[in-house]
């Protein structure tokens, strides 16, 4: 009782305090130590010796000999210096006869690439080609229309391709395609692939080559040697030809008449919260008016979109100038006789 007294005075709690901190301070004191001595260990460094040295080892290697040295045995002299540490050969002179030195072997380039060769599957331009981009004249030979677009493009060069000196197509080849509609222009467009046939006396006559290119309009006076403005642009430019021109007043009168039928129905009064209005009675007199003006609407609507589809389609006659963009590099060296297959890459390169 006297101790737990002692504690609950002023002097027993500061000798409790005190206590406390003596006991915190030993604590600290061992922790901070410790911690010294493993620092101290981490980066503790080892004397090095003073006698300590560096140790070479000599080891006796037999000296390489390239491919076209003398065999062994023969003089030490014919060695390479390299080997032996005497100086390079010299001429020497030795029973009357002079002895020259062995020259040294050519050493090979290394290289993960041939250097001035190609590949064997590389190809090559013939001499006889034209590059990217040529623009060869022609004029159709049947009549294109947009309503039958199975009808192939078939022309005729009108103008000789020559590149740098050599003649590429003459004048007079043939050239074949595939037209698609574009009515949005009233054009008939003609793109993707394009056979030119040879069609002359020299030993490429009917010599076939595919190319692609795209079909562009030409418009070009004979007589003044002047473009018009849409020379090059895409496309064939013909007449628009009208089917039936009795459509248009069909669609008209079909229509009037609904009007009519709509206008002949009686009408009733009646009276709501926004006002008087007006609302067809239920006679039968209105049944049939109202049963007449939806058949002529539908009547009126089919009418339309036959003109729509079938109103009007575009023509380009025979004898239209245009012109074939090669939209790659002509190699006269790629074409073929009796080549089978340009059907089904026609076909396919034709198809959207």
Known sequence: MRALAFLKSPSGNLALFLGFVTVGGVLLYQSNARAKAQVGQMTKVEAVEPGASVTSINRVAAPFKPAGSPPAGDNSADAPAEATGAEPSRPSVARGKTV???PKPKVLPISLFTVGKKSPDASELSKTYAPFGRMIPCQ????????KLDTPVIGLVTEDVWNNGRLIIPAGAEVHGKASLDRSRERIAA??????????????NGTELVTSGIALDREKDDASGEFGLRDGSAGLVGDLIRTDNLQEVKLFASTFL??????????????????????????????????TADVLNVYARQIQEAIARDGFFVRVPAGKQFYLYV????????????????EEIWRKGNEN
């Open 140 to 147: 159709t030979v049947v009549t294109l229309e947009s309503s």
């Open 327 to 342: 939209t790659q590099t002509i190699d006269q060296a790629e074409g073929t006789r009796g080549n089978r297959s340009n």
């Open 191 to 204: 793109s993707g692939k394009w056979v030119i046939v040879w069609r002359d006396s020299t030993d490429l």
């Open 100 to 102: 020259a030195s062995v």
């Open 258 to 291: 609904a009007g009519v039928a709509s206008g002949f129905q009686q009408l009733q009064t009646q009276s709501t919260a926004f006002g008087v209005t007006q609302i067809v009675t239920g006679t039968g007199r209105n049944a049939g008016l109202q049963g």
